[in-house]
């Protein structure tokens, strides 16, 4: 996506004050490549606890057209001569809000909406694509300072499904198989007189 077009994907939401906050646009990423991902919200170096986020990778176009419209793009330099810088924004996604993200995963069933218990599983999914929608909210803080940060708004990742996933796509599977399969319990000595009765039977197939 390029600089203008995501000007053009600008969903321009009417603008909405809350607490010295204001919710004044939306944009639509198509084909989003994400990382350091932490939908669950585990404590770490550079997160508290309970914070749930992940970065959107950007092409140097859109991160430019995101800079202009006061973003934290978060820039690192390139690896190695020739290579293009690497620019990544980060997406905080507040599921304890008035009015949570949408967050769906999607396979060749169907699509299923995660509540917060399950948004951990999103760590470490493997996604073919991934489109969503995240929110602008602009702050002026008392000390002058003005920040610009990223919300979820919906997510739909589709995730990667190998070959033997898309065959049995269609076999309904059981809720629960420890509740539906019952599995007889021996001892160790019924279970050497099995393998001897097993045993004598293979001897006289054998004889015959």
Request: net charge negative; no cysteine; charged share 30%.
């Amino acid at each position: 996506m390029s600089g203008n077009e995501i000007a053009t994907q600008n969903l321009q939401a009417p603008a909405r004050q809350r607490s010295g906050r204001q919710d004044d646009g939306k944009y639509l990423i198509d084909s989003a490549r994400i990382t350091f991902r932490n939908f669950e919200g585990k404590p770490g170096q550079y997160n508290a606890a309970g914070q749930r986020n992940f970065h959107i990778v950007l092409p140097e176009d859109v991160a430019q057209a995101l800079m202009a419209d006061g973003f934290n793009v978060k820039t690192r330099p390139p690896r190695e001569e020739g290579d293009a810088p690497f620019y990544h924004l980060k997406v905080n996604v507040k599921m304890d809000s008035n009015i949570p993200p949408k967050v769906y995963i999607v396979t060749s069933k169907g699509r299923r909406q995660l509540d917060a218990d399950m948004l951990g599983m999103l760590d470490w999914a493997e996604f073919a694509n991934i489109d969503l929608i995240f929110s602008r909210y602009k702050r002026d803080w008392g000390d002058g300072r003005v920040t610009v940060t990223a919300y979820l708004q919906t997510f739909f990742g589709t995730i990667r499904e190998d070959e033997l996933e898309l065959r049995y796509a269609d076999v309904p599977e059981l809720e629960s198989a420890q509740g539906s399969l019952v599995f007889e319990q021996f001892s160790p000595d019924a279970i050497e007189q099995e393998k001897m009765r097993e045993l004598e039977v293979y001897d006289a197939e054998i004889v015959e």
